[in-house]
C-alpha cells in the first residue's frame, strides 16, 4: 500500500479493500493491515485480484473517487469513477494541447530531455562502476555529446528539429551499448538497434523488454484518465498507443535498457534460450521469456527515491508517477511536465 499525491496504491496482490465510514480498508488473509481516510483521496490504484466491496465501489462513485484496477502484470482492466470526475474534461484538454504545436513540443521537449539525461547517466554509472574493466574513454566521449544534445533540445524550435536531435542522441548512446556489455560477449552481441524483427539476441531482449514497458506507460495513462493514443511527439495512427510512446522515451534506457544489461551480465539468461528463424529473427524460448518476465516483476519491487517527489517508491511506480504528473500538467496544476530524470 502506497499513498502518492492523492492516489492510494493497492501493489500487494492479495488485497480486499472495503468500505469502514469514511475510511477504506486494506485487509490480508483476513486481516486488517491498512486504513486510509477517504475525505483527502481522489483515487485508488489496486493491483491484483482479491476485489474490492460494492460498498466501496459505490462510496467512491458518489465521491468521485476514481478506483483503478489492474492485473498482476500491470495491464489496465478497468476503471469506476464518478459522474463529474473530469475524464472527459482531462482528455478534451489533452486533444487540445496535442492540436497545438507549441504545446505539444513543450511537453516533447521534456520528455526527450529526460530521455538523454537519463542515457547520459547509464553511461556515466558504467564508467564509475567498471572503470577498471573498460576503456572507459570511448564512453566518456559519448557521455559529453549527450551533455551537449541536452542543451540543444531545450534550444529546438519545431518537433522535426527534436525528433532529430533525439535520433541522432539515440545512435550515439547505441554505438557504445555493447561495450557496457561485460559478460558472455562471445554469445551476446550488439552492434545496433534493429527491431521488426530483431536480428541478435540483445536486439530481441530489448525489443521484448520495451513491449512490457509501453505496456506499464498504456496502463499509467489510462489509469490517471488520459488517452494512451493521442501523443504529442508520436503522430497519431490507428492503433498505435502514442502518448504511451512518448512516455517510455524517458523510462528506456534507466528501466528498460539496464534491466537488459543486468540479464546478460549476471548471466540470469543464457545464449542456449534462443533460436533463429529462416528470415533471420531471433525469438527467444519459452523458458527465457518465463525467466525474462519473472526478473522484470522482480525488478518493478525495487525501490528508489522518485527525484521529483523526493519520495521512497517502487521502480513498478515510476510510470504511474509520471502519468500522474502528465495529467496534473494538462490539467494546470504544474507549470511544466517534470521528466523522470534519474542519476
Avoid at 522482480?298 to 521512497?312: G, M, N
Wanted: positive net charge; charged residues 25%.
Amino acid at each position: 500500500m502506497k499513498r502518492l499525491l492523492n492516489t492510494l496504491y493497492i501493489s500487494n496482490p492479495e488485497s480486499y479493500l472495503s468500505l469502514d465510514g469514511e475510511n477504506v480498508v486494506v485487509r490480508r488473509d483476513e486481516k486488517e493491515v491498512g486504513r486510509v481516510p477517504l475525505h483527502n483521496i481522489d483515487g485508488i490504484v489496486s493491483m491484483g485480484f482479491a476485489g474490492t466491496s460494492p460498498r466501496l465501489m459505490g462510496y467512491c462513485a458518489e465521491k468521485n473517487i476514481s478506483l483503478t484496477f489492474l492485473s498482476t502484470s500491470g495491464r489496465f482492466l478497468a476503471t469506476i469513477c464518478g459522474e463529474s470526475k473530469g475524464n472527459v474534461i482531462l482528455r478534451k484538454e489533452q486533444y487540445r494541447i496535442s492540436d497545438n504545436k507549441e504545446q505539444s513540443l513543450r511537453i516533447a521537449k521534456n520528455m526527450i530531455l529526460g530521455k538523454v539525461y537519463n542515457s547520459k547517466w547509464v553511461l556515466e554509472r558504467t564508467i564509475r562502476d567498471y572503470s577498471l574493466r573498460l576503456n572507459t574513454e570511448i564512453l566518456k566521449e559519448k557521455s559529453e555529446y549527450l551533455t551537449a544534445s541536452i542543451k540543444s533540445i531545450q534550444q529546438a524550435t519545431a518537433m522535426d528539429q527534436l525528433r532529430g536531435m533525439e535520433g541522432e542522441a539515440a545512435s550515439v548512446y547505441f554505438s557504445v551499448f555493447d561495450t557496457m556489455i561485460l559478460q558472455q560477449k562471445d554469445k551476446f552481441q550488439f552492434d545496433k538497434r534493429n527491431r521488426r524483427p530483431p536480428l541478435d539476441k540483445v536486439n530481441a531482449l530489448l525489443s521484448f523488454t520495451y513491449t512490457l514497458l509501453v505496456s506499464m506507460c498504456k496502463s499509467a495513462l489510462e489509469t490517471v484518465g488520459l488517452d494512451a493514443y493521442v501523443g504529442f511527439m508520436h503522430t497519431d495512427r490507428p492503433g498505435r498507443a502514442s502518448l504511451a510512446l512518448d512516455l517510455m522515451e524517458e523510462l528506456r534506457s534507466v528501466l528498460a535498457d539496464r534491466f537488459v544489461l543486468t540479464l546478460i551480465n549476471k548471466k540470469m539468461i543464457h545464449a542456449s534460450g534462443f533460436y533463429q528463424k529462416e528470415n533471420g529473427a531471433v525469438i527467444m524460448e519459452d523458458e527465457t521469456r518465463k525467466t525474462v518476465i519473472f526478473a522484470w516483476q522482480s525488478k518493478k519491487q525495487e525501490e528508489i527515491v522518485h527525484p521529483f517527489l523526493k519520495e521512497k517508491i517502487e521502480w513498478g511506480m515510476v510510470p504511474y508517477v509520471q502519468a500522474l504528473l502528465l495529467a496534473r500538467y494538462v490539467r494546470g496544476d504544474l507549470d511544466a511536465y517534470p521528466p523522470f530524470l534519474w542519476k
